[in-house]
T-cell receptor
């Protein structure tokens, strides 16, 4: 089955700096890659996603890049703010019966943005 | 609140008891998914249900675990004869249609087995 590795497990940055989280996946059939943000005591919240037919996607301060050949994808957060502090999860899935519902998650990155 | 609702938020059970976790999907969503998160691990898929149907239960342990999504009422994840290894956060997600992979997660139920 699919295996997703995520690095680093913890990341501490100063407010205003950029943060980068990287993930690799094993199944070349995976074609959907979402990123989730989980704040303490809450469920994961989808922040951005990318499909395998696209190499990069950007939404304000957040961007995701995908390298299908190398089977890795990354989350980039620019101009970080204290409210960006949370656990971030990457995930991968392949189409199953017309849907990508079966997500395989990485183990998460605890991002701390210091004021 | 139109989000995915899970209850209870915290559930404490002794070994051998039963645990029942409830999930009401977002309004208009008819697809429900259960995921389990062990300490310092990512979420792992358990089961996918539509109203009155189990679509994919490939992630469910073969014994003691069951799930349902009746015509009326919330989806239920049931764990019989709980053991300490069942202690985890259980998250429910919903989506509007099968082809919509954008899952919306609830706040989870933290199950603690004493």
């Amino acid at each position: 089955g699919e295996n997703v590795e995520q690095h680093p497990s913890t990341l501490s940055v100063q407010e205003g700096d950029s943060a980068v989280i990287k993930c690799t996946y094993s199944d070349s059939a995976s074609n959907y890659f979402p990123w989730y943000k989980q704040e303490l005591g809450k469920g994961p919240q989808l922040i951005i996603d990318i499909r395998s037919n696209v190499g990069e996607k950007k939404d304000q301060r957040i961007a995701v890049t995908l390298n299908k050949t190398a089977k890795h994808f990354s989350l980039h957060i620019t101009e970080t703010q204290p409210e960006d502090s949370a656990v971030y999860f990457c995930a991968a899935s392949k189409n199953s019966g017309g849907s990508n519902y079966k997500l395989t998650f990485g183990k998460g990155t605890l991002l701390t943005v210091n004021p | 609140n139109a989000g995915v609702m899970q209850n209870p938020r915290h559930l404490v059970r002794r070994r051998g008891q039963e645990a029942r976790l409830r999930c009401s999907p977002m309004k208009g969503h008819s697809h429900v998914y259960w995921y389990r998160q062990l300490p310092e691990e990512g979420l792992k898929f358990m089961v996918y249900l539509q109203k009155e149907n189990i679509i994919d239960e490939s992630g469910m342990p073969k014994e003691r675990f069951s799930a349902e999504f009746p015509k009326e009422g919330p989806s239920i994840l049931r764990i019989q004869q709980v053991v300490r290894g069942d202690s985890a956060a259980y998250f429910c997600a919903s989506s509007a249609r099968q082809t919509n992979e954008k899952l919306f997660f609830g706040s989870g139920t933290q199950l603690s087995v004493l």
